[in-house]
């Protein structure tokens, strides 16, 4: 798990702050823009952007703009990819400037291809090399990210977050890029300490329907980013100094402000509605025994038709020593590993765990499988929770099968387990390859 920063005082923090801006393409990005043109007017703040329109040709041009200059280069990389941005310009841009006097403040302007969870990580964890004058090491040393602004656009953030097109088939990256569109919004929400939200405007003769889709989207994101403050704006013209530094003081204590959870954090962050409003939900499912692979990978069709995001551990009966980890947006899904159950682990190595991982575990433990479960949490908004939880409880073994999953797990293994080599949706076509385990996504989006 990335390091808290918000535990360490502030007063003590010597750290350059860092605001992250995320927001997709059209109204949203434009919010971005605007966003950093007011944050960027303040003394002793410096906003940077990369653009990444031309990576595939492996250009990306860098701005760095304060109150009173700006600065742009195009930097001509070997390998034209997000990572190699992060890796080779932007986290070493963010050791310099936190090491100026005159730079208080660093607001990075994310283009839509840079994903905010992954810039957070890659601040956290990547070794940053090569700096003159400094010793080989993350960027977290020098900066700590104080917030994440994300903006969406109200006409079209909720269909974006639940369709299934890719990013490559809507011109927004590389074919060889399989994320899909709602992965980037829903994501981009998600991570957020705060959301403003643009286009909240209403056409008079519209303005039952508007209220009502204004509505809806304020129940989604009440239940994804819970105690996240909002802002609500006709256009990008009103957004303001005043809108966004009041936006950013209301952001609540202990928010992530940056902080990439693993696959064991509680599932339900924060204190969501747990009650249906304008037909959105979040629907909680766990049980005490695994999934029959075969009878869930049928089921899980009932989670790509009106659910906007679905996540958690799954206990597969034919992988007793793996946690699975599932994470859909829309009508996208990936499956992936997440490390091994507790039970399935030495004592020592056991012991070396996440203390609030052991503890947690320790609640639930039970004498015949340990750890092992299934917790999921879907959020959905236009179907029905009760199919769903019946379809869920009609893939998970059934009595005769449990005994054979605790009496007899080498007849368990032979069974019929098309997550083998893990697996997305929708399945692949007759004459495609899947996709091999390592090109599928870990917890929380990492690439493997």
Do not use: N
């Amino acid at each position: 798990m990335a390091a808290d920063s918000t535990l360490v005082p502030s007063g003590s923090d010597r750290r350059t702050p860092v605001l992250v801006l995320a927001g997709f393409a059209g109204l949203a990005a434009a919010g971005v823009d605007r966003a950093a043109a007011v944050l960027g007017a303040a003394a002793g703040t410096v906003v940077v952007r990369h653009d990444l329109t031309q990576l595939r040709e492996g250009v990306v041009r860098r701005t760095v703009r304060t109150a009173t200059q700006e600065t742009s280069a195009v930097l001509e990389l070997a390998h034209g990819c997000v990572s190699c941005t992060l890796r080779m310009d932007l986290l070493p841009l963010l050791c310099t400037l936190s090491k100026r006097q005159s730079v208080d403040r660093i607001v990075l302007a994310l283009d839509p291809a840079f994903e905010a969870e992954a810039v957070c990580r890659a601040i956290e964890q990547v070794v940053v090399t090569g700096v003159h004058g400094r010793i080989d090491g993350p960027a977290g040393r020098d900066v700590r990210v104080d917030a994440v602004l994300t903006c969406l656009d109200a006409g079209v953030w909720l269909a974006d977050a639940t369709g299934d097109e890719t990013l490559a088939e809507r011109g927004l990256a590389a074919a060889e890029d399989d994320r899909t569109v709602a992965q980037v919004a829903v994501g981009q929400v998600d991570f957020a300490d705060a959301v403003l939200v643009l286009g909240a405007a209403a056409d008079g003769a519209l303005l039952v329907d508007a209220a009502v889709e204004r509505g809806k989207l304020a129940a989604v994101l009440a239940r994804l980013v819970p105690g996240a403050p909002i802002a609500w704006v006709d256009e990008p013209g009103s957004v303001t100094p005043a809108l966004v530094e009041t936006l950013l003081v209301r952001v609540p204590a202990d928010s992530r402000r940056g902080r990439v959870f693993d696959a064991h954090a509680p599932l339900l962050r924060g204190r969501p509605p747990l009650t249906s409003d304008y037909g959105v939900e979040l629907v909680e499912f766990a049980a005490a025994r695994p999934f029959h692979p075969a009878r869930l990978h049928e089921a899980l069709d009932v989670l790509f038709d009106g659910v906007v995001t679905a996540r958690g551990r799954l206990w597969l009966a034919t992988q007793p020593d793996e946690v699975v980890w599932l994470e859909s947006a829309g009508g996208g899904l990936r499956v992936g590993g997440a490390g091994r159950w507790l039970a399935a682990m030495p004592e020592a190595e056991r012991a070396e765990e996440d203390p609030e991982r052991l503890a947690m575990a320790a609640l639930r433990w039970d004498e015949r499988f340990g750890d092992r479960d299934v917790s999921l949490s879907i959020l959905v908004h236009d179907a029905d929770p009760a199919q769903i939880r019946e379809a869920l409880h009609w893939a998970l073994v059934e009595d005769d099968e449990l005994r054979l999953v605790e009496r007899a797990p080498e007849r368990v293994a032979r069974w019929e387990d098309p997550f083998g080599e893990w697996h997305a949706d929708p399945c692949a076509s007759d004459g495609e390859a899947e996709h091999p385990a390592q090109d599928l996504k870990t917890p929380k989006g990492e690439a493997k």
